[in-house]
């Protein structure tokens, strides 16, 4: 089978590096690519993902048998069920289905009809109620673009003053262009914060092992919010119990919503999740593959993708249920960026020790942000350059191991945290998880075996 990755992040190229291990893998295009999938042999397409009908007429030349679209833009934007019409098979959900991220107020909204934890909200289409409620909290906000804006469109604000400013960069001053039109003014919580996928396809969903995620720029989780500055898996805080409590309050309910409002989702659902006093509380949801937890979770996955990924587009998931295996160790990804990210910044900078790095046993560097130039060398091309990923018998072996990698690699003007994984490293050790049964096959499954998908009963 002939298989095509859309996107040219660090996303991208995990998959696309992990789809051409598969058996069934004949030739695995990425369009339109980076330096790092045209280097691990991966064939490079120069075609954006809004540029359709080029696309279309490549999957029908080289009769690609699945699409796997990375980045939320295209999906928002309908590229899978544009691919669909024209019969390809699509890894990834609908327009519509994709407004579960693209549109932060509609998310809120079906979390609210849906009675899924989240934070109190509310939405405002003028910067001036939107001050107004903001100078009658007594409590931090959060303040939220109502679109797409590349991980950078959430602000947490320390005090009201903070809060009002947001407005004015998102509302008044257009910082995010049409995605600030409405915003979502919500309670801060405080707690830890965890990343929850889960496959969906048809009526079953499967939730993969738990990440925890580094937004802020800077150590000590200070600075401004990124697309993510680095991850590591499993999250020791991700428990049986919890997972099970996620299962059943947030996924089941979520998917169920979906499929009884005509939008069924098939693909990845990425729950953000604030781990608070009060119980798990969902953040935000995502239409597709984090980024960059995407890079340890395939360092860690054994099965096939290919298979998996193309039994979700195929709904046939349940045959997964038990067999999807995953290497024990852990694995920790370092996000080296450009200078000035997630601000301004330049590009074009030579990327030197790649292959020194990659040397090291059980270290695999993704290209997130690189292209090659006319001499075939790694220059610097986005925000985030590079996701250095690494293996490690524990968690900490797996920390070392990744700066030890990140040491070896050098661009003028970089930046990276050095504590990635710190707050599961000095956290206190959790307890010894209590053995609990798996959430039954029926309640994986939102709509049962009822084609009008009614709610399954216990």
């Avoid at 490549?58 to 990375?70: D, H, M, R």
Wanted: one cysteine or more.
């Amino acid at each position: 089978m002939n298989v095509l990755v859309i996107g040219k992040g660090g996303r991208e190229h995990a998959l696309a590096w992990r789809l051409k291990q598969s058996r069934r893998a004949e030739k695995v295009f990425c369009a339109p690519g980076n330096a790092g999938t045209a280097r691990d042999g991966i064939t490079n397409v120069p075609i954006d993902h809004f540029e359709t009908d080029k696309l279309f007429r490549f999957c029908t030349k080289e009769k690609i048998g699945l699409v796997v679209i990375g980045p939320e833009d295209p999906l928002a934007a309908g590229l899978a069920d544009f691919l669909r019409v024209k019969g390809f098979k699509v890894f990834g959900p609908s327009k519509d289905a994709a407004r579960i991220e693209s549109s932060k107020v509609w998310s809120k909204e079906l979390m609210r009809h849906a009675d899924v934890p989240t934070a109190e909200f509310r939405v405002f289409d003028h910067p001036e109620p939107a001050r107004t409620y903001i100078e009658t909290r007594d409590y931090p906000v959060v303040v939220k673009a109502d679109g797409l804006a590349a991980g950078k469109g959430v602000v947490v604000c320390k005090s009201n003053a903070d809060a009002i400013k947001a407005v004015e960069r998102i509302m008044t001053r257009e910082e995010f262009g049409k995605a600030g039109r409405q915003i979502v003014v919500e309670k801060k919580l405080d707690g830890e914060e965890l990343s929850v996928l889960a496959l969906v396809g048809g009526r079953t969903f499967l939730p993969l092992p738990a990440c925890q995620d580094h937004k802020a720029v800077n150590d000590g989780d200070q600075g401004p919010n990124t697309g993510g500055m680095g991850a590591y898996c499993p999250a020791p805080v991700a428990t049986p119990e919890l997972i099970m409590e996620l299962e059943r309050s947030v996924f089941l309910p979520t998917i169920h919503a979906m499929k009884r409002g005509r939008f069924p989702f098939q693909g990845v659902l990425f729950a953000g999740v604030m781990l608070t006093s009060q119980g798990p509380r969902v953040l935000e949801f995502n239409c597709r593959f984090g980024d960059p937890e995407t890079q340890p979770i395939l360092m860690r996955l054994k099965s096939d993708l290919l298979d998996v990924l193309e039994a979700v587009a195929d709904e046939r998931l349940p045959e997964f249920e038990e067999k999807i295996e995953w290497d024990p160790r852990s694995a920790v990804c370092v996000v080296m960026c450009s200078s000035g990210y997630p601000g301004k910044y330049e590009t074009g900078k030579l990327v030197s020790g790649l292959a020194d790095a990659e040397q090291l046993p059980d270290v695999k560097v993704f290209h997130a942000g690189t292209k090659l130039d006319a001499q075939n060398r790694v220059m610097t091309d986005g925000g985030r350059v590079l996701g250095v990923t690494a293996l490690g018998d524990t968690l900490a072996d797996a920390k070392a191991r990744a700066y030890e990698a990140v040491k070896r690699i050098t661009f003028a003007g970089m930046h990276y945290r050095t504590d990635i994984a710190d707050k599961a490293l000095k956290a206190k050790p959790p307890a010894l998880p209590v053995e609990v049964p798996k959430l039954p096959a029926k309640f994986r499954r939102p709509g049962g075996n009822d084609p009008e998908g009614e709610k399954p009963t216990s």
